[in-house]
């Protein structure tokens, strides 16, 4: 199985979920900015809700990746207020033909001082769990 990570983030937050999904799956982890340029079984695609909806950004990235190199795409992220991103991330992964892996992995995120501290280390450690159920 080959893997990639990406994501997208303005507090830092998904940064240290990424940052332990990579470690479990032995790559790196990267900002959205890192194309992926090579073939991989799975995606992990780390983002969170802006103003409602994930960033635009995200967006153009998702429509940027060439179907012929990603298997599926894996949704991973936090949030103080919503929940999982998994319905708009699939939206547009559906605009280019990815599928979208079930399975994802979501937890809370400090936005303001809600969930303070989130996410945690034990969060990182269940992110890092979820990914390594990948590898086979």
Do not use: Q
């Amino acid at each position: 199985m080959k893997f990639a990570v990406r994501y997208y983030t303005k507090t830092g937050n998904t940064k240290r979920l990424a940052e332990s999904v990579a470690e479990a799956l032995g790559v790196e982890a990267l900002p959205i900015s890192e194309p992926v340029n090579e073939a991989v079984d799975y995606l992990f695609l780390g983002n969170s809700y802006y103003a409602f909806n994930i960033d635009p950004e995200v967006k153009r990235f998702i429509r940027s990746l060439d179907k012929s190199l990603v298997g599926k795409i894996v949704n991973f992220g936090s949030a103080a207020m919503l929940n999982s991103t998994y319905k708009k991330v699939k939206a547009e992964a559906d605009k280019i033909g990815i599928p979208m892996e079930e399975k994802e992995f979501h937890c809370k995120g400090e936005f303001k001082g809600v969930h303070k501290g989130r996410p945690n280390e034990e969060d990182a450690k269940a992110a890092a769990e979820f990914a390594k159920g990948f590898i086979k």
